[in-house]
């Protein structure tokens, strides 16, 4: 059973910064696998923020948030984070941490929501102006 366990959201004004954390545990992540930060806003679709896979490949980043924010993983504790700078009021949403399975990865555009079957229970940030 794969646990994804979320911290750092919180309240922010405008043009502060915002660091979350995603620590996974419980099945045998080794070399190979990729994670990924989304967010949903209330009454707007899930979207993809950054995803990242092993070895620092197949990096993205919604355009809305590049320049901004920075994803990395650590691949020996098996921990992602994404540091957010610059925040705007349109940032805020919850956001989701998500994991694929142990071996995949991931190649080519933006991956979607489906293909990171774990994901762990949110993290709230709110910016405000």
């Known amino acids: 059973q794969v646990q994804l366990v979320e911290s750092g959201g919180g309240s922010v004004q405008a043009g502060g910064s915002l660091r979350l954390s995603c620590s996974a545990s419980?099945?045998?992540?080794?070399?190979?696998?990729?994670m990924a930060w989304f967010r949903q806003a209330p009454g707007k679709a899930r979207e993809g923020v950054a995803t990242?896979?092993?070895?620092?490949?197949?990096?993205h980043y919604a355009d809305s948030v590049k320049g901004r924010f920075t994803i990395s993983l650590d691949n020996a504790k098996n921990t992602l984070t994404l540091q957010m700078n610059s925040l705007k009021p349109e940032d805020t949403a919850m956001y989701y941490c998500a994991i694929t399975a142990p071996g995949v990865r991931l190649w080519g555009a933006f991956p979607a929501a489906a293909d990171f079957p774990y994901w762990g229970q949110g993290t709230q940030v709110t910016v405000s102006s």
């Open positions: 990242v896979c092993t070895g620092g490949g197949n990096l």
């Open positions: 419980g099945d045998d992540y080794r070399s190979t696998y990729c």
